[in-house]
């Protein structure tokens, strides 16, 4: 945690964070103040739905960058500057040495995280006066999200040079993106070949899948009429089911033990 906070990036990231959620507050005030005059509607509520759906869209792009350049060189950024040199030589086993980092930034990006949710969240709640449904449910699900990229991150740099586990990182996170899009046209459209593709990548990827799962539990409330995920393309018709949570747990465990097992037969 020291080594984060030691880091410009982590300021730089918090700074900008704090102008996105100003600028969230600030779109959403004037939405709000110009849709003042219409009153309780479906439309009004269809608005302001799609801006907070985008608003988290956003919000799991920049979860997704902070972990991936925060941790993309955790052990492949020690073993090419020969700083590991000195720690292996302790009396401190492989497994320990990554299973602390991973912790470590681990603890940091749910905090993170927790922030970022809570602010979109609370901003919403505080200019529309509208009450999110499912919100502790939709933060386990955002909360999943760092901690899969975190476990992939840990593989690809346990064997990866720090280049090149970025770029695949990035590759993963864009693909499951753009999947997921996929899926969601192709249910709108009912096409199955663009539902299959998109549920494809969300085996390789599972975090845009975790997205989807999320928006919709924060738009199926009594207040959020369902239609208004037929004009929404960034929120989710048809949810991801309750085994595709199982299968993003098992798919982070399966990586974080394939990283201490790629870390441990390393020659470095």
């Known amino acids: 945690m020291k080594e984060i906070f030691s880091k410009k990036v982590f300021y730089i990231v918090l ?35 799609v801006l907070l759906s985008l608003a988290f869209y956003f919000s799991t792009f920049i979860v997704a960058l902070m972990t991936i350049f925060s941790t993309v060189g955790a052990i492949s950024g020690e073993i090419e500057s020969g700083t590991i040199q000195a720690v292996i030589s302790k009396p401190l086993q492989r497994t320990e040495f990554l299973l602390g980092k991973f912790l470590g930034n681990a603890l940091m990006m749910l905090g993170y995280s927790a922030l970022l949710f ?3 969240t609370g901003i919403s709640r ?25 476990a992939v991150s840990f593989w690809g740099s346990s064997f990866l040079s720090t280049l090149a586990n970025g770029i695949t990182l990035c ?9 997921g899009m996929v899926e969601q046209i192709g249910s709108i459209l009912e096409k199955g ?31 959020h009429p369902l239609d208004i995920f037929s004009f929404n393309p960034f929120a989710c018709r048809y949810p991801p089911s309750n085994m595709m949570v199982i299968y993003t747990i098992i798919y982070g465990i399966f990586f974080l033990v394939a990283a201490v097992r790629m870390f441990s037969q390393r020659d470095i």
């Open 126 to 150: 505080v200019i529309t006066g509208y009450q999110l449904a499912g919100v502790w449910h939709a933060f386990m699900l955002f909360e999943l999200i760092p901690l899969v990229l975190l």
């Open 15 to 49: 700074a900008m964070t704090a102008v996105f959620l100003l600028g969230y507050g600030m779109v959403l005030h004037y939405l709000v103040k110009d849709l003042h005059d219409m009153g309780p509607s479906v439309e009004k509520v269809m608005m302001l739905s």
């Open 193 to 223: 070949s663009l539902m299959n593709i998109g549920i494809v990548t969300s085996l390789l990827m599972p975090a845009d899948a975790l997205y989807r799962k999320m928006i919709f539990s924060l738009l199926t409330g009594p207040t």
């Open 171 to 179: 590759m993963l996170f864009i693909i499951g993106a753009v999947g």
């Open 118 to 120: 809570f602010g979109v």
